[in-house]
């Protein structure tokens, strides 16, 4: 008989983490689906989510599985030309790219909010390349647990996270990032300036308004791409969407940025 794990006494915010896991999960056994996930769908049959939110509503969803899939591509291509890279996973919760990405010889940290981390501990386990850091990503001594070998290249995921910090605490993250990790890669997502302070799934903190706005936050920070996360399964969303599409607050809603600390 599989073991229900026990959710309870997690802080309301760090709830949240179960309604991209539910998205994979859910995404994984589809007919053609955009990701596969197994890891995913494993962790939720061990769960019992009643009562937690876990669903974030057909918009929220494929928002989120198209920046899964757009990191997961583009950290692939990383790895492909950089196999011993190092990985800096912020705000992990519940995320499971460590088992898609996971090419035997990458370094892997998970950082996250202590109660986050415990239980995220019932799921994953650390080993000589893959560790866990119980702490705020706003608590810069994170940065001195974080050994890079020689010649690994650094790449940085916040995917879900910045837009619950406000533009000054973005703006403190981002400067302690380019400074301990010049060079680094980081992929995150971003939500449109229109929906901060909305009332939506969740309270988002911070926003932009267009990708380029981010290298007014950091004279270090250069953009290298960004993707729209709407252009992405076009074809599975509702028609008032694709209306709503025409508006540049809503078409870019949410998007995907690639950048690099100089």
Known sequence: MMETKNSDNLLPISE??????????TETIRDNPILSDNKSVEILKTMNLKDKITDGGQISTLGILARTKI?????GHFLSRNANATIINLGAGLD???????????????????????????????????QFLSIS??????TEQINVSE??????????????????????????????????HMFFDIVHSY???????????????QAKDIEKLNSNIELIQSWSAGNLLKDRQPL??????FLPSTKNRSQILHIQFK
């Open 137 to 142: 990503v706003l608590d810069t001594a994170w």
């Open 240 to 245: 008032i969407l694709k209306i709503l599409n």
């Open 195 to 209: 929906f901060i302070n909305k009332k939506i799934s969740s309270t988002f903190l911070w926003g932009i308004n």
């Open 96 to 130: 499971t790219r460590i088992t898609r990405m996971d090419n035997g010889l990458l370094k892997w940290y998970d950082l996250d909010l202590p109660d986050v981390i415990r239980f995220r501990r019932q799921f994953f386990y650390e080993n000589e390349r893959v």
């Open 151 to 184: 010649n690994s290249m650094v790449i940085i995921i916040a995917e879900g996270l910045l837009m619950y910090f406000t533009k000054e605490e973005v703006s403190q993250i981002l400067a302690l990032l380019s400074r301990r990790f010049p060079g680094a």
């Open 16 to 25: 949240t983490l179960f309604i991209p896991l539910v998205a994979r999960a």
């Open 71 to 75: 990191i997961d591509d583009e950290l």
